[in-house]
């Protein structure tokens, strides 16, 4: 069977030109929807290779100095780079610097490259090098961190030699161009999203976007970067010894924050393993998911943020679990109420938070380039705060305090830990963290400085669209005002005494908590 292109509303062409007779490959770079399955830009890269009956080049790279580079990232993109290299070297289409002088190649349906500079100066010109033997490149659509400056950085590159340019968007079930404006509510975009969850969801990606019936030879000579040669290399020796041996010290020669540690392994495998696990546990979301110490939530979302898994592909989990496989053909908008998906409760419920909430971060962060910023908060929500920014704290920490979780509340000192030790903080707790942060800080702007700081610097599924939502809805974003209060004003209010009555926390205080709380009183 042909692979089918990606749906035209899940295209955005960056750079128009004809490919013609230039360039000996489609290239893909894989930034941030990093997997070989239900992968919509894989899947139209290879389509097009197909149309233009050449080799299909698929580039994986992590750069060393992204925003908060750590130990914890690194290793995170390492797991699924080292997966996928040994994948492609299994079939001997890994592409590296080793042989420089070049064979004709195996032949294959696709290539990999991947590549690990240590410094931004061994990168440099890497990217333009490549795609210049490229016909057309191919990459990621994804609203938020590095990639929008990355792609308009490379598409600038690409006009000035007129290379076809095009960034597809596998993010979520409802396409990003499905919304006219950024979503002022939740509520707002359900609406959307049951009016557009069946056509989306019929428009499947394919699960093997690889298995072309074309077959073709490229080799590292093919590719003109003889003078990376070395780098390249040493980024198969980096991911090799990364396979064998998950340590630390491995990436210390890439001057990455070592505080932030690394986590269990982040590789589809360990994916998958995660989805099905939970799919099964889904009778306790309902009642379980805001106790700490039932661990009753997913755990899926560092593998939807970096690409490892799709969201299609956990809906279709859940149809077949609970034989609901067709059910997507006759559901019926109900106005943007709850209850939009058939099964047991649990099965709405997940999907809430996995479609509506997250999805509906996607598309605000999508029409909002301003998405991190205090001025991107509901107007109501911006007056209320400054109105209240002077008011009286009863305590307020600096940054540092925070950071080591160095306050008086042991609830809130459990969370950090938490996040600094395990790179998540549980859903319920985020919510009373972030909130306390605001409590305790002398200006609601320099509260979302910090909640984002904390958030991007230690959260395996931070600077994401989602995680940004998390952050804002503490400030406001996709809520409604509350009655007035000091120093939150109309901002809905959390304590940890409230926090304290109703979840349980002995297991979790017991496994965050720390004999020197309380030595600052």
């Known amino acids: 069977m042909p692979i089918k292109p990606a ?14 007779s230039r360039g000996k490959y489609v290239l893909y770079w894989m930034q941030m929807h990093r997997r070989l399955e239900y992968n919509f830009g894989l899947q139209h890269a290879a389509y097009l290779a197909d149309e233009w009956n050449c080799p299909l080049l698929i580039y994986e790279g992590l750069r060393p100095d992204y925003p908060f580079a750590s130990a914890r990232f690194h290793g995170f993109i390492l797991d699924g780079m080292a997966e996928h290299m040994e994948y492609f070297d299994s079939q001997d289409l890994l592409l590296s610097g080793h042989s420089q002088a070049g064979t004709p190649g195996n032949p294959g349906s696709a290539h990999y490259l991947p590549f690990v500079p240590r410094s931004p ?12 033997g490229a016909k057309v490149v191919v990459s990621d659509e994804f609203p938020v961190f590095i990639i929008p400056e990355q792609n308009r950085a490379l598409e600038d590159k690409l006009k000035e030699d007129s290379i076809p340019f095009l960034t597809v968007d596998s993010n979520g079930i409802i396409p990003l161009k499905e919304s006219s404006s950024d979503p002022y509510s939740a509520y707002l975009f359900r609406k959307v999203l049951q009016k557009r969850f069946s056509a989306c969801y019929r428009d499947f990606p394919e699960k093997q976007p690889l298995k072309r019936n074309q077959k073709h030879k490229l080799s590292f000579s093919d590719l003109q970067l003889r003078s990376f040669g070395p780098a390249l290399e040493s980024t198969v020796q980096l991911l090799r010894s990364w396979s064998a041996k998950r ?29 099905k696990a939970f799919v099964k546990e889904m009778p306790r979301y309902t009642e379980m998911r805001n106790d700490p110490d039932a661990a009753a939530t997913s755990g899926l979302s560092p593998f939807l943020h970096f690409g490892r898994i799709s969201i299609y592909e956990l809906v279709k989990q859940i149809f077949s679990h609970y034989q609901l496989n067709d059910s997507w053909k006759g559901l019926i908008y109900n106005n943007g109420s709850r209850g939009f998906f058939p099964g047991p409760p649990e099965v709405d419920a997940f999907l809430d ?16 380039p301003d998405y991190a910023e205090f001025n991107a908060l509901p107007d ?11 008011d009286e704290r009863e305590y307020i920490y600096s940054l540092d305090q925070l950071e080591n979780a160095e306050t008086h509340d042991e609830i809130w000192n459990a969370a950090q830990r938490q996040l600094k030790q395990s790179g998540i903080i549980h859903n319920y707790l985020r919510m009373l963290w972030g ?32 995680s940004y939502s998390g952050v804002f809805w503490i400030f406001g ?5 509350w009655q007035e209060r000091p120093i939150f004003g109309k901002i809905r209010y959390m304590s940890s005494e409230q926090t304290r009555k109703k979840v349980k926390l002995k297991q979790y205080l017991e496994r965050f908590g720390s004999e020197n709380q309380g030595r600052l009183l």
Request: hydrophobic share 30%.
């Open 435 to 466: 909130k306390k942060i605001l409590e305790w800080t002398d200006d609601p702007r320099k509260a979302l400085e910090i909640t984002l700081h904390l958030n991007n610097k230690y959260s395996i599924d931070g600077r994401n669209p989602n």
């Open 121 to 132: 100066e061994e990168a440099r010109g890497f990217l333009k090098q490549l795609c210049a």
């Open 7 to 20: 749906p035209e509303n899940r295209l955005f062409q960056r750079v128009q030109a004809s490919p013609g």
């Open 477 to 481: 974003r996709f809520d409604r005002p």
């Open 353 to 368: 938070e996995a479609l509506t909430w997250r999805e509906t971060g996607y598309h605000f962060c999508h029409h909002r």
């Open 247 to 275: 340590d630390s010290r491995i990436l210390s020669p890439y001057q990455l924050d070592e505080g932030v540690s690394l986590l269990e392994s982040g590789t589809r495998k360990a994916g998958l393993n995660r989805m």
């Open 380 to 390: 109501w929500a911006r007056k209320t705060l400054l109105e209240h920014r002077t």
